[in-house]
């Protein structure tokens, strides 16, 4: 006894699935290519930017690393 066709043998369920992984695979490409959507742009500016490696903590900080001061 057989209930009929499930959600995966659909054609239409198919397709969306087709769909959404187009979709992925192009969202995949945008990222790749270095493109931000100007949420992260935003995001990117709110952010605390991290300073440089190798540079000294406090070195904008004023004369506090100035030996001659």
Not at 5 to 20: I, S
Not at 34 to 44: I, Q
Request: hydrophobic content about 30%; aromatic content about 6%.
């Amino acid at each position: 006894m057989s209930l009929g066709g499930g959600p995966l043998e659909n054609q239409d369920f198919q397709a969306r699935v087709d769909k959404l992984a187009a979709q992925a695979a192009a969202d995949r490409a945008v990222r790749l290519a270095g493109y931000k959507s100007p949420f992260r742009r935003l995001l990117g500016r709110l952010r605390p930017h991290r300073q440089q490696p190798g540079v000294d903590s406090q070195g904008s900080y004023g004369p506090l690393d100035d030996p001659g001061h």
